[in-house]
T-cell receptor
Framework: AQTVTQSQPEMSVQEAETVTLSCTYDTSESDYYLFWYKQPPSRQMILVIRQEAYKQQNATENRFSVNFQKAAKSFSLKISDSQLGDAAMYFCAYRSPPYSGGGADGLTFGKGTHLIIQP | KAGVTQTPRYLIKTRGQQVTLSCSPISGHRSVSWYQQTPGQGLQFLFEYFSETQRNKGNFPGRFSGRQFSNSRSEMNVSTLELGDSALYLC?????????????FGQGTRLTVV
């Protein structure tokens, strides 16, 4: 079974600065999908960014970018120009390809990182 | 376009009772997944449905079950409730079952078992 580890329970950053959230995962599959989700106090999970393992290019979405290191099984999220609205729990998630037999087809989540933005 | 709707938002039940939670996916979405979120265990996958068929199930006891209707709406049922079932239950819908398909989450149902 796949596992996802987020080693930083909490991170704090000054507004307008850059912060990097860490995520490592364990899998024996060669093809898979990785995601970062944000969960604000409203509790509604929102997709921040996604990465297909077969793509070498790191995904970028505006101020959010990832550093995907497949060999190291690392998938970190960088938030540039942090804003107060970025404050939330951030979850790293893994998903096997459909019908891969690699286990449950749902998302496997890490424990999350609580991101605090200091004004 | 309406988002994923979960009802009820909050629920209090007594140990031993059963409960049914409902999820209405985004229009056109055929895949619905359920997750349990607790402070101790984090987010855990319960099951996924596509076109009324359960595709896979997470590591939960048989007391947890679900179904999907022809209009893609889904329900999950928990029988013989235990205190440990207290959690936020999240439903997510997506267009299909491709691995990179974005899952849109509802706001969850907060279940408290007393």
């Amino acid at each position: 079974a796949q596992t996802v580890t987020q080693s930083q329970p909490e991170m704090s950053v000054q507004e307008a600065e850059t912060v990097t959230l860490s995520c490592t995962y364990d899998t024996s599959e060669s093809d898979y999908y990785l995601f970062w989700y944000k969960q604000p106090p409203s509790r509604q999970m929102i997709l921040v960014i996604r990465q297909e393992a077969y793509k070498q290019q790191n995904a970028t979405e505006n101020r959010f970018s990832v550093n995907f290191q497949k060999a190291a099984k690392s998938f970190s999220l960088k938030i540039s120009d942090s804003q107060l609205g970025d404050a939330a729990m951030y979850f790293c998630a893994y998903r096997s390809p459909p019908y891969s037999g690699g286990g449950a087809d749902g998302l496997t989540f890490g424990k999350g990182t609580h991101l605090i933005i200091q004004p | 376009k309406a988002g994923v709707t979960q009802t009820p938002r909050y629920l209090i039940k007594t140990r031993g009772q059963q409960v049914t939670l409902s999820c209405s996916p985004i229009s056109g979405h055929r895949s619905v997944s359920w997750y349990q979120q607790t402070p101790g265990q984090g987010l855990q996958f319960l099951f996924e449905y596509f076109s009324e068929t359960q595709r896979n199930k997470g590591n939960f006891p048989g007391r947890f079950s679900g179904r999907q209707f022809s209009n893609s709406r889904s329900e999950m049922n928990v029988s013989t409730l235990e205190l440990g079932d207290s959690a936020l239950y999240l439903c997510a819908s997506s267009l299909g079952t491709e691995g990179n398909t974005e899952a849109f989450f509802g706001q969850g149902t907060r279940l408290t078992v007393v």
